[in-house]
């Protein structure tokens, strides 16, 4: 069985960039938080950043994407020292190809927001591994094993 496409698509970068799947070093992570600056996206990206070394080593290339502005995600990660790009998805152009919009319930009321998921993207912009309603601990731990078993 082939692994699952991800269509081709552009979004804007911190600093002032644009990042596009098709150009991206591979392996590629891609990890979907639901907001800068909350606690479980703060843990999740600090998480990212103290394996970025190793990543590295293994040839992999890491991002985060929310719905956050541009200015939002340059505070947010200029105040984790993040050494990797974030992504904005206004439109939610990424959030729709990978699927991670979901109900969520939120203080007793239901509200539309991104499902925290994780993919590596290998050649070919096919999804190599998938994870959906991603717990923090142990999470980025858990995809750094899987890109150094590549």
Known sequence: MSEPR????????????????STATKPLVIYFYPKDSTPGCTTES???????PQFVAAGAEVVGI???????HLNFKS???????LLSD????????????????????????????????????????????VKVPGHADEVLAFVQSL
């Not at 991800?6 to 799947?21: E, K, M, N, W």
């Not at 203080?107 to 998938?130: A, C, P, W």
């Open 6 to 21: 991800i269509d081709d698509f552009t979004l804007a970068s911190t600093p002032d960039l644009t990042f596009t799947l």
């Open 46 to 52: 600090a998480n990212f950043r103290d394996l970025h």
């Open 66 to 72: 929310s719905r956050d502005s541009i200015k939002s």
């Open 79 to 85: 105040k984790l020292g993040l050494p990797f790009e």
């Open 90 to 133: 206004p439109d939610e152009t990424a959030c729709a190809l990978f699927g991670v919009m979901k109900m969520k319930n939120m203080y007793g009321k239901q509200v539309r927001g991104v499902e925290r998921s994780t993919f590596v993207i290998g050649g070919d912009n096919r999804i190599l591994r998938e994870w959906r309603g």
